[in-house]
T-cell receptor, first 112, second 111 residues
Framework: EAQVTQNPRYLITVTGKKLTVTCSQNMNHEYMSWYRQDPGLGLRQIYYSMNVEVTDKGDVPEGYKVSRKEKRNFPLILESPSPNQTSLYFC???????????FGSGTRLTVV | GQQVMQIPQYQHVQEGEDFTTYCNSSTTLSNIQWYKQRPGGHPVFLIQLVKSGEVKKQKRLTFQFGEAKKNSSLHITATQTTDVGTYFCAGHNTNAGKSTFGDGTTLTVKP
């Protein structure tokens, strides 16, 4: 089944403790992207990648890092999480040649 | 930077009534996409519009892209309870990797 898989689905952590949210897709998509979703603010793009080793900032990149060493994986790294990073995070991927993103099921992160 | 405004934020309708959500971009877009997110779910891609003035239909859903490629709309005819959810537009400029989502319109349908 074609899908984007994120892990974990839920995570509660403490301020300052480094964490990684994994994202993997099995559709050989070139583009991958991370979004955060907060009430009333829609989906805001954090980082995106247009291919292996090619990443760029979205609208809200502060406090996040990403890497794209393989085409299928695009992990999101929070080096020192803070409470304002409490949010619902979505990973997504799509073909370079158009059409929309396929989204993962989301990761609900709480930083206390 | 690019901004995409979407209105209304909420829409409550009686089943069978029509529904429209509007999207306006501060800049000219290369394309615009529409997504639907059911409560507790993830966004699901509905359609992409590319051409100026383009109109596409999916059953009871009609999507339009403005002549200036700065605005778009989604119209649902005769809403059903299965249409409940939040509808987002997402604008893309020449940098195809960068996407800007509207804040969404949440539709509730009363049976």
């Amino acid at each position: 089944e074609a899908q984007v898989t994120q892990n974990p689905r839920y995570l509660i952590t403490v301020t300052g403790k480094k964490l990684t949210v994994t994202c993997s897709q099995n559709m050989n998509h070139e583009y991958m992207s991370w979004y955060r979703q907060d009430p009333g603010l829609g989906l805001r793009q954090i980082y995106y990648s247009m291919n292996v080793e090619v990443t760029d900032k979205g609208d809200v990149p502060e406090g996040y890092k990403v890497s794209r060493k393989e085409k299928r994986n695009f992990p999101l790294i929070l080096e020192s999480p803070s409470p304002n990073q409490t949010s619902l995070y979505f990973c997504a991927s799509r073909w370079k040649s158009g059409n929309g993103y396929t989204f993962g099921s989301g990761t609900r992160l709480t930083v206390v | 930077g690019q901004q995409v405004m979407q209105i209304p934020q909420y829409q409550h309708v009686q089943e069978g009534e029509d529904f429209t959500t509007y999207c306006n971009s501060s800049t000219t877009l290369s394309n615009i996409q529409w997504y639907k997110q059911r409560p507790g779910g993830h966004p699901v891609f509905l359609i992409q519009l590319v051409k100026s003035g383009e109109v596409k239909k999916q059953k009871r859903l009609t999507f339009q892209f403005g002549e200036a490629k700065k605005n778009s709309s989604l119209h649902i005819t005769a809403t059903q309870t299965t249409d409940v959810g939040t509808y987002f537009c997402a604008g893309h400029n020449t940098n195809a990797g960068k996407s800007t989502f509207g804040d969404g319109t949440t539709l509730t349908v009363k049976p």
